[in-house]
């Protein structure tokens, strides 16, 4: 069966939790700096997980266009993505509100850590479609990016209950590392 439903299902879906993300944001009631600084850590949450879904729509982006044709195994793998990267709302407006407390940290990071197994998972049902010698299969490799995200976040889940910072880091650190471009599909494809 053809990709474009599901390509055109899973825009609509993260376009969607950006949407919820933003509106979730509630303005200060007072027209002051100082009220704008109480809420600073709901502005870098969101902040740091319109990052984070930006990240999972362009990398999302450049598998599928690897690929041409999907089955039903590809379609419940792209939910089961799909479902995680809907719970980034939820945590983002948790973690924000509670001033990154060690709960809704550690919280995040599992949502964060599921949606990289996810990933993982839909990367790997694509590529069992196509085949070992597919392009997606040549450009994805080993994934060791997605493996060290994954253990990124299992490592800073728990070292959010011994000091927040230091989980949040490891947050921080995982995105910037997917932020520098990756083009190894792209090259796979133009070649």
Known sequence: ?????????????????????????????????????????????????????????????????AVQKINGPVLWANLHLLFWLSLIPFATGWMGENHFSEVPVALYGVVLMMAGVAYYILSRMLIRLHGKDSALAKAVGSDFK??????????????????????????????????????????????
């Open 146 to 191: 997605g493996k060290i995200s994954v253990a990124g976040y299992a490592f800073a889940i728990p070292l959010s209950f011994l000091n927040r910072w230091i989980g949040l880091g490891l947050y921080v650190l995982v995105a910037v590392m997917w932020l520098i471009p990756d083009r190894r599909i792209e090259k796979v494809i133009n070649s």
């Open 1 to 65: 069966m053809g990709k474009g439903r599901l390509e055109a299902f899973s825009d609509g879906v993260i376009a969607i939790i950006i949407t919820i993300m933003v509106l979730e944001m509630k303005v200060p009631h007072e027209a002051s700096l100082s009220a704008l600084w109480l809420i600073y850590p709901v502005f870098i949450s969101y902040v740091l997980s319109f990052i984070y879904t930006g990240i999972y729509w362009n990398n999302h982006h450049h598998m599928l266009h």
